[in-house]
């Protein structure tokens, strides 16, 4: 089974510009590098725009393509050639970026294995008045990449901490879903083994937004699977490959791309899975109590969990503590 967008053309070659396509030939046909009518040319503005773009000294939080080399914003590309270092996960990812755009500031990696030793001496750096940009292999650090305790040590040193925003999967996915976005929850990664990832989507069974989860295409058949099952037939989007050649976003409830992807081949490529939100409020059945109680049960106490499970499902505060109660107490016995 294939499910592909409504009334949407089956994305192939050619629909996009490729991560390595840049603008050449094709550009001067496109008014691009010719002015409609007189003036300025679409790459003179370009030019002039980079020109006044300020970068201070500090901490610069430089979101990149997820894809398409295209997308890079100026001010990206601005930052990141002022910049006197560029922390990057991967210097031969962003090396590939560095050549792209003639850039030629020092690459030094920040990721999570030497983030020890490379958070303080990216500090030192700052504290010494130098502009240093952190970027990822992809999209906006920080979000399912590091980042975070070097934000916390540059902000705890009272140093600048500057967002230069763009593209990131996520937020490409969820506009693109078709599915609500006035309120939504960014999930990250679910967990690999799958009683600790059905724990985790239990606990977010009932959040009254949609869901956004990053996956890889070994898992997304499984996970599929396991979403249809704890979240029911909401409507969902499988987005993969976004801004690049291969793009392709389908559009289906959950357990029609769970049976469409368990049924296929193992897609090739990067993939984000959007949950639309549970349909209304629903009344929680007595095992989606417990299955939601039991989650929380491993993570925080009968008191705390039992008003987290009574506020996510709208049952009676008390019922659900005794309920909780229960469940601890059986859990108890069970160890014994
Ligand atoms: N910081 C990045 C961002 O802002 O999107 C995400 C980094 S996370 C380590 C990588 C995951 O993002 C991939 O496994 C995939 O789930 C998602 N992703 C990244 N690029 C993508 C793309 N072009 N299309 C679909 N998903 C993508």
């Not at 009334?7 to 490729?18: L, S, T």
């Not at 975070?148 to 540059?154: E, H, N, P, S």
């Not at 058949?221 to 249809?228: H, T």
């Amino acid at each position: 089974m294939r499910i592909l967008s409504s009334g949407a053309a089956p994305p192939g070659p050619g629909r996009r510009f490729g991560a390595d396509d840049h603008m050449g030939s094709r550009a001067a046909s496109d008014g691009i590098a010719t002015p409609a009518s007189g003036g300025e040319t679409i790459v003179e503005a370009i030019r002039s725009k980079l020109k006044t773009v300020a970068v201070e000294p500090g901490l610069h939080l430089v979101a990149t393509p997820i894809g398409n080399l295209a997308d890079i914003t100026l001010r990206a590309l601005a930052t990141l050639a002022r910049a006197d270092a560029i922390a990057c996960e991967d210097t031969r990812v962003t090396g590939k970026l560095r050549s792209a755009f003639g850039l030629t500031a020092k690459l030094i990696p920040y990721h999570d294995h030497n983030a020890a030793r490379a958070g303080p001496e990216i500090i030192g750096r700052l504290k010494d008045g130098q502009i240093v940009a952190l970027v990822s292999d992809a999209g906006t650090p920080l979000i399912s990449d590091p980042g975070y305790r070097l934000v916390g040590a540059a902000i705890a040193a009272g140093i600048d901490v500057v967002s230069v925003p763009g593209p990131s999967a996520a937020l490409a996915a969820l506009v693109a879903s078709g599915l609500p976005t006035d309120r939504f929850l960014f999930a990250g990664f679910l967990p690999a083994r799958r009683a600790a990832r059905r724990a985790a989507l239990a606990e977010l069974a009932f959040v009254p937004a949609t869901l956004i989860f990053y996956e890889s295409p070994n898992r997304l058949a499984a996970s599929l699977a396991d979403l249809a099952e704890m979240l029911g037939g909401r409507p969902a989007a499988v987005a993969r490959e976004l801004t690049k050649l291969h793009e392709e976003v389908r559009r289906a409830p959950l357990p029609m791309l769970a049976a469409a992807y368990g049924a296929e081949a193992t897609p090739k490529g990067e993939i984000v899975i959007v949950a639309g939100p549970p349909a209304a409020a629903p009344e929680a059945g007595d095992d989606a109590v417990d299955r939601l109680l039991r989650a929380a049960l491993k993570k925080t106490g009968v008191r705390d969990a039992a008003a987290g499970v009574a506020a996510a499902t709208g049952r009676a505060r008390r019922d659900v503590y005794a309920r909780a109660l229960a469940l601890k107490a059986e859990a108890a016995d069970g160890d014994g």
